[in-house]
């Protein structure tokens, strides 16, 4: 009997600067989206959902609004094109604020929120970044697990400027995508076991 739900929100960079890696970025979050999946098998009591959202300066775009991680297609080509800029916290806002709403009715959840980012903030107009630290505290506050993944920026710096400390860095390159998303696959197996033996999975979420 499933008695864990699990929300898995994933907040994934689509500006132009992402086109270098795009097809690691693919490749990768399908590998996610496999591990979620294993990871659901592994630790039968617990129910997985993935909400999975890209943008750039085009617009936010919701691709997967909770859907059960069974029943998720996976990312290419036609639906993950890079472009344009980075509204990195109208991203965060929309996102969180609609999964926190949507939640509403729910309780003992989980929910897993993934930021990951190969540069800065530079193209929001709906939320500044107090703003978001506000939203994520609040929902920190509720048993919420906050990751930030980042290249070509001050990471640890930017993910603290959001109350957000469980951080990663990576390198844009093919080879830097590789072992980023070997590391996060590692890390959400971590969490599950935690979830499972009544740990804290707020802290330390990319630690050995």
Do not use: C
Not at 108 to 113: A, G, K, M, S
Not at 168 to 197: T, V, W
């Amino acid at each position: 009997m499933k008695t864990d739900k699990v929300y898995n929100l994933i907040i994934l960079d689509e500006s132009g600067s992402m086109s270098s890696i795009k097809k690691a970025t693919i490749s990768g979050f399908n590998e996610v989206v496999q591990t979620i999946q294993s990871i659901e098998k592994q630790y039968p009591e617990q129910e997985h959902f993935i909400s999975f959202v890209t943008f750039n300066g085009a617009g936010i775009t919701t691709h997967l609004d909770k859907q059960p991680v069974a029943e998720i297609k996976m990312l290419d080509n036609n639906t993950y094109n890079p472009d344009s800029s980075t509204p990195l916290y109208d991203a965060i806002g929309m996102s969180v604020l609609k999964l926190k709403y949507d939640l509403t009715s729910q309780t003992e959840v989980n929910v897993l929120v993934t930021i990951l980012t190969d540069g800065e903030e530079n193209a929001s107009h709906e939320f500044h970044g107090k703003q978001i630290k506000n939203i994520i505290d609040e929902q920190k506050s509720k048993g919420w697990t906050f990751t930030y993944i980042g290249a070509n920026q001050n990471v640890e710096s930017n993910a603290a400027n959001i109350s957000i400390t469980n951080t990663l860095h990576f390198h844009a390159s093919e080879a830097g995508m590789s072992e980023l998303f070997i590391k996060e696959n590692e890390s959400r197996r971590r969490y599950s076991e935690k979830l499972r033996n009544k740990e804290n999975t707020q802290e330390d979420f990319y630690k050995e």
